[in-house]
């Protein structure tokens, strides 16, 4: 999986705004997240209309306006935001894995591109915002993070 900047965004976004959730706060200005997570403000701003769009965040103008999480940091996963983004978390050639029609001999390679998929979904529709806020990622996260060589770039 590649990550780019609009989901990387995208993600530190909405943690912005399940902590103001959390902490019981009105809504986040778009500059304001723009401002303390460095993204450029006009970027946000597509990217913030994506996740209105999909139900993730709602926004409001005017003085007290700005934009808070539909639903509860505690039920909104990141998966969701990754897709509501970028669209499909794992896609080869821009495929779904399951649509793809390999030769024989090679059929063993969308196997193994449908396993990608479900352990990258085993990470991320797993991981609450509330639980990425308090720093509390689910224990098989952790451990995955912890393992040998996993802080290593290849």
């Known amino acids: ?7 990387d965004y995208a993600v530190r976004a909405v943690t912005v705004l399940a902590a103001a959730a ?12 723009a401002a303390q997570q460095d993204i450029p403000l006009k970027y946000l701003e597509n990217i913030l209309s994506d996740l209105r769009q999909a ?3 709602r ?3 005017g003085a007290d306006g700005g934009y808070w999480l ?3 940091p505690a039920e909104l996963h990141v998966g969701e935001v990754i897709r509501a983004a970028e669209g499909p978390v794992a896609t080869v050639r821009g495929n779904r894995a399951e649509d793809l029609d390999y030769p024989p001999g090679a ?12 352990s990258l979904r085993t990470v991320l529709d797993e991981v609450s915002f509330e639980q990425l806020v308090a720093g509390r990622l689910p224990d098989h996260v ?5 393992e040998p060589g996993a802080w290593e770039p290849r």
Do not use: N, Y
């Open 59 to 61: 926004s409001q103008r």
């Open 22 to 33: 959390l902490d019981g706060r009105g809504p986040v200005k778009g500059d304001q997240i």
């Open 107 to 118: 059929s063993s390679v969308q196997e193994l591109w449908v396993a990608v998929r479900s």
């Open 55 to 57: 139900g993730i965040v």
């Open 142 to 146: 952790r451990a995955l993070a912890a």
């Open 1 to 7: 999986m590649r990550v780019t900047a609009k989901v």
């Open 70 to 72: 539909e639903r509860s």
